[in-house]
């Protein structure tokens, strides 16, 4: 989660890496959490009042959903991870003004084995020992 390297010259964090803190412990959990559920899932010496703030902002940004909980809410995510850094990356990707050399770049910058994998998913299922219908 949070990581001392990211954080700036007067030792506050980089920009949104508390919002990717709280959604990382969200993804963790296995439902939905209170506040003080993610506070208490985060590392760092948190506000109350900060974590309710980013909950908020992420519910506002269409992030959570969230549901009433005794006096105050539960939230959960929206998209799992996976889903989510699948949006980001193709959002990142239709920004730049250069898309195959963008992909190019990213491709050549995988592991062998990501490299191997991703190879395997433009296959096809039938390259993973899956039928049409996508099952085994």
């Known amino acids: 989660m949070s990581d001392p390297k990211n954080r700036d010259t ?3 964090r980089a920009r949104g890496e508390l919002e990717s803190d709280v ?10 959490l209170t506040a003080r559920q ?5 590392p760092d010496d948190l506000a109350y009042t900060t974590v309710l703030t980013i909950l ?8 959570l959903v ?19 850094t699948a949006r980001r990356m193709r959002s990142l990707l239709e920004k730049g003004s250069d898309r195959e050399a ?3 770049r990213f491709v050549s ?3 062998a ?7 395997q998913l433009l296959s096809g299922p039938e390259a993973r020992g899956e039928g049409p219908d996508g099952r085994r």
Do not use: N
């Open 10 to 12: 007067s030792g506050r």
């Open 23 to 32: 959604l990382a412990a969200l993804w963790a959990a296995d439902g939905p």
């Open 38 to 42: 993610v506070l208490q899932r985060l």
């Open 56 to 63: 908020s902002r992420l519910h506002d940004k269409g992030m």
């Open 66 to 84: 969230r549901h009433r909980e005794g006096r105050g809410f539960a939230y959960a995510p929206v998209r799992d991870e996976a889903s989510d």
């Open 102 to 104: 963008v992909l190019t």
């Open 109 to 111: 910058e995988l592991s």
């Open 113 to 119: 084995a990501d490299e191997q994998l991703l190879h």
